[in-house]
């Protein structure tokens, strides 16, 4: 995570776990959108046709098993390409810690659509989409060295297309909630930036541990390199 959006970023993850933890607080149980819900659009049936319908089907593929795995596996691919094994665990820690958070939500929330078995809240699809893109933007910055109003432009400008997108088709898909959608953005908020910090903090903790050892070997060789030069010169 580049230095000048830390704190800001930490902001932005504690605003976003409050609104994780009020919406859950107010639709914990639930199994009925609720007034903000029906007023975006009535769940009850997909509210789209074709050719609409299509192009959200293929969104939602992405925040599937299958088409996940591609976008972490080609992302991961693409930071080991580019030299940064950093962002590449981000990739997979950040992405990874988002969807278990948003599965241990839904669990603790208990809000359901269209049946006892269809747990809601929060979209994990979109906390998905969300997260990949949020990792992706923290990459770009750091790439470019954008400092703190453009990068964060481009963190929440990346998160918020992202978001949207994928929560459209789930809600276009009668799968999710509007407020379900939101709160798995806001989860991805929350989830993504403490991990990029947990991410560089061991990065960093083990790079020094890993300069000490080496330091402490080199100290080590030199009584030996200074005992053959002094009986070298002894020899002589």
């Not at 605003?15 to 009850?44: F, K, M, N, Q």
């Not at 940064?84 to 929330?109: C, N």
Request: net charge positive; aromatic share 8%.
């Amino acid at each position: 995570m580049p230095s000048s959006l830390r704190a800001w970023l930490g902001l932005v993850a504690v605003l976003a776990a409050l609104v994780v933890v009020a919406l859950g607080v107010l639709y914990a149980g639930h199994s009925e959108p609720g007034g903000v819900d029906r007023w975006i659009v009535a769940p009850t049936a997909d509210s789209v046709g074709p050719p609409w319908r299509g192009v959200a089907l293929a969104t939602d593929f992405w925040g599937e098993p299958a088409g996940a795995a591609l976008l972490v596996v080609g992302a991961v691919a693409g930071c080991l390409w580019l030299r940064r094994p950093r962002a590449a665990v981000l990739v997979v820690v950040g992405v990874g810690l988002t969807v278990v958070t948003t599965t241990l939500v839904k669990s603790l929330v208990g809000r359901t659509i269209h049946g006892a078995d269809n747990l809601s809240y929060p979209s994990g699809h979109t906390g998905f989409a969300t997260a990949l893109a949020l990792v992706v933007a923290l990459f770009i910055a750091g790439w470019f060295g954008l400092g703190r109003a453009a990068g964060m432009s481009l963190v929440l400008g990346a998160a918020l297309v992202a978001g949207a997108a994928m929560g459209w088709a789930q809600v276009a898909l009668s799968a999710h909630y509007p407020t379900d959608v939101l709160g798995g953005w806001c989860t991805a908020l929350a989830v993504v930036p403490v991990t990029a910090w947990g991410v560089d903090r061991f990065a960093d903790r083990f790079a020094e541990r890993k300069a000490e050892r080496r330091k402490a070997e080199r100290d080590a060789d030199r009584p030996v390199e200074r005992t053959a030069d002094a009986g070298r010169r002894q020899g002589r």
